[in-house]
């Protein structure tokens, strides 16, 4: 039989397998290459794991199904660096075990989000999303300013993370359950001395609000300022004819 486009079109067996190996000699061109590159492989400078805190709290943004109408991903065009911020580099990564790049806009990208808030902006806009942006359709998550977050399995998770690649000490994961308790209290003193409700030192909200403090802030950058609405010129209003004169001696004898 002779191997042609009609040939293969018609014969499905012959189509699979063609089209198997295709994709398969396209796709390792792409990826392998990708692990011997170390901008891909290794962390940028100043990057580091997530604290045990932070750990938890992006548990329960995995949880809640974040992901799933933010990304984390700032693409380099001009239109996205202006709104969200530096664009993201494939190092920043290194210790996202999975990352969470997402695939949907719903809301906006998160991976700069970190001190352009404070810490009482995220709870309210947890609890409420619509009293910090308005016309949200963001679905409302008060039982994170109930429930508490879970320190368990805090040591397990972190030995897990080392295996891959994660430089946690032996420590760190010794003292993880006291450093969430401390960096907790920072972020509800913080809170509560913006007017903001107290008692969420063990809640899933402080968790949630220390991820978000940290995405993005591995590196320096400067964020951009918020550009001002471009006014339009006020028109120009036509002049008014000049008007005529009447000469002095005119008016002086109109006026006797």
């Known amino acids: 039989m002779k191997l042609n486009q009609e040939a293969i079109e018609k014969n499905v067996g012959w189509l699979i397998v063609l089209v198997i190996l ?4 396209g796709g390792l061109v ?12 290794q962390p940028v400078a100043g990057l580091k794991p997530y604290t045990p805190l932070q750990l938890a709290g ?32 494939a190092g920043e990564y290194v210790y996202d075990h999975p990352f969470q790049w997402g695939s949907k806009r ?13 810490s009482l902006w995220h709870v309210r806009h947890m609890r409420q999303p619509d009293s910090t942006t308005p016309g949200s359709v963001m679905p409302r998550y008060p039982h994170l300013l109930s429930d508490r977050y879970d320190t368990s399995l805090i040591g397990s998770k972190m ?18 359950v006291g450093d969430m308790e401390r960096q907790a209290k920072a972020i509800t003193v913080e809170v ?22 940290r995405l993005g802030t591995d590196i320096r ?24 004169t009447v000469p002095a001696v005119a008016a ?3 006026v006797k």
């Open 22 to 25: 295709v994709v398969s000699v």
């Open 30 to 41: 792409e990826i392998v290459p990708l692990y011997f590159q170390k901008s891909t492989t």
């Open 58 to 89: 992006r548990d329960v943004y995995i949880r809640e199904g974040c992901y799933n109408c933010h990304s984390q991903m700032v693409r380099p065009f001009r239109f996205e660096t202006e709104r969200y911020g530096e664009y993201s580099k």
């Open 106 to 118: 719903t809301g906006p990208d998160l991976h700069r989000v970190g001190g352009k808030y404070p």
């Open 159 to 176: 030995r897990a993370l080392r295996t891959v690649g994660v430089p946690y000490g032996d420590g760190e994961i010794e003292t993880a």
């Open 192 to 213: 509560e001395s913006q007017q903001g409700p107290r008692g969420l030192a063990d809640k899933e909200i402080t968790a949630l609000t220390a991820y978000l403090q």
């Open 221 to 244: 950058w400067k964020r951009p300022e918020p550009q001002v609405p471009a006014v339009a010129p006020a028109p120009i209003q036509a002049e008014a004819p000049p008007q005529a």
């Open 252 to 254: 002086a004898a109109v």
